[in-house]
């Protein structure tokens, strides 16, 4: 029987006055509405007749601490939440004794979830068979945040004149799944770069450079529905970012758009031979300096926290789950140590534990390392998991 597909793509309501997470006083960045809607898009995946997994990805910053759980209690089957960490948007799963006053939306957290089950249950109605395959292109929107000098990193967040030297991931990931006439009918994306064109002075709810991409190749393909993910690239932001200028974004997501159009062109696809998911507990040592504000999504927190590193495998194509915010090294090893061809790592999704860094960038500092990271020993754990799980 081979694969299908179903899908399903609803809409995030987002009330006029919520608060915009992701940059310092959220409070006082208060929307005064939605610029591009926040999508809830699925897509599930049933092979040799049985539902295997529902990818979703969403317009939000993050999830709370195993939020994942209540959306599983909707769900009959297995799911994967990959967040496209937007900050012009919100986070869905906090509770009422958060230490962050944004988490206190329950409302808001229990419209998602019933967003995110409705969307599932949609994608389940009308299954297409399919074939697939994956293929790879090169796009330069981003720069290194971090500026290591003699050993000691400064974030230096914005790069118009494109002077820094450090590491990013250039690579965009692309996955075609065509159907029996052989049109395309969805394509998987995954880039590694904070979705951060759009900056503090901006106060309308926005999925970023995301929305722009999506509907760039949308507009360009028939029929076409476009799922993002966001890969490890914590590190990275574009060039010109924490705009207030929409065009920024839209050109960053243009841009991105017409290599995946490129790259699309090139993939041939096959039947699929093989699907297989697994889901994996990981445990990080929590910092022994965490202060009270870096706890953020915790009420409490002991010695060690238990969270997922799940991988979605697609004959070729490898998806690893990453339960926070990873640096670019974490992915490039990622890659490297995979067996399979079109390997990605999806930031953001299933969990947020604050950044993932690699044990390389502890002794730099930097933001990412001293203010917010939950725990400093995460790189081997993840790729342990890693290598000893894969399908």
Not at 159 to 172: F, Q
Not at 204 to 211: K, L
Not at 328 to 337: L, Q, S
Not at 372 to 383: M, N, R, Y
């Amino acid at each position: 029987m081979g694969l299908e597909i179903g899908m399903a793509v609803e809409r995030i309501q987002f009330r006029k006055g919520k608060a915009l997470i992701g940059y310092p006083n959220p409070d006082k960045r208060v929307n005064l509405g939605t610029k591009e809607p926040l999508l809830a898009k699925v897509l599930t995946f049933k092979f040799d007749g049985k539902v295997v997994l529902s990818l979703v990805t969403l317009d939000l910053i993050g999830l709370g601490y195993r939020y994942i759980e209540e959306v599983r209690k909707k769900v009959p089957h297995e799911i994967i939440l990959a967040c496209s960490h937007s900050h012009s948007t919100s986070i869905a799963g906090g509770d009422d004794n958060s230490l962050s006053v944004f988490e206190r939306d329950k409302e808001f957290s229990e419209a998602v979830t019933n967003t995110i089950a409705k969307a599932v249950k949609n994608s389940l109605i009308n299954f297409i068979k399919v074939k697939a395959g994956a293929g790879k292109g090169i796009s330069d929107i981003g720069h290194c945040r971090r500026v290591v000098t003699n050993g000691v990193c400064v974030n230096d967040w914005t790069d118009v004149e494109k002077k820094h030297k450090g590491p990013t991931d250039k690579e965009v990931g692309v996955v075609k799944f065509e159907n029996e006439k052989g049109e395309t009918i969805a394509v998987l994306v995954n880039y590694s770069c904070h979705p951060v064109t759009m900056g503090p002075s901006n106060m309308y709810a926005s999925p970023d450079f995301v929305g722009y991409l999506r509907d760039y190749v949308q507009s360009n393909i028939k029929g076409v529905n476009i799922f993002y993910t966001t890969g490890a690239g914590a590190d990275t932001n574009p060039y010109d970012c924490l705009s207030a200028d929409f065009t920024v974004a839209q050109k960053a997501g243009e841009t991105l758009g017409k290599e995946v159009i490129k790259v699309l062109k090139t993939i041939e696809t096959q039947e699929v031979k093989k699907v297989k998911f697994c889901r994996n507990e990981v445990s990080f040592n929590v910092r022994k300096e965490l202060g009270e504000k870096h706890k953020m999504r915790f009420k409490e927190l002991g010695n060690k926290i238990k969270t997922e590193v799940d991988m979605l495998n697609i004959d070729e194509v490898l998806l690893v789950t990453l339960p926070g915010e990873p640096l670019v090294e974490i992915g490039f090893k990622i890659k490297k140590m995979s067996k399979y061809k079109n390997t990605v790592a999806l930031g953001y999704t299933n969990d947020y534990l604050g950044y993932l860094c690699p044990d390389s960038s502890i002794p730099e500092g930097g933001y990412e390392v001293s203010g917010g990271a939950l725990s400093h020993d995460v790189e081997k754990p993840i790729l342990g998991c890693v290598e000893k799980n894969m399908p």
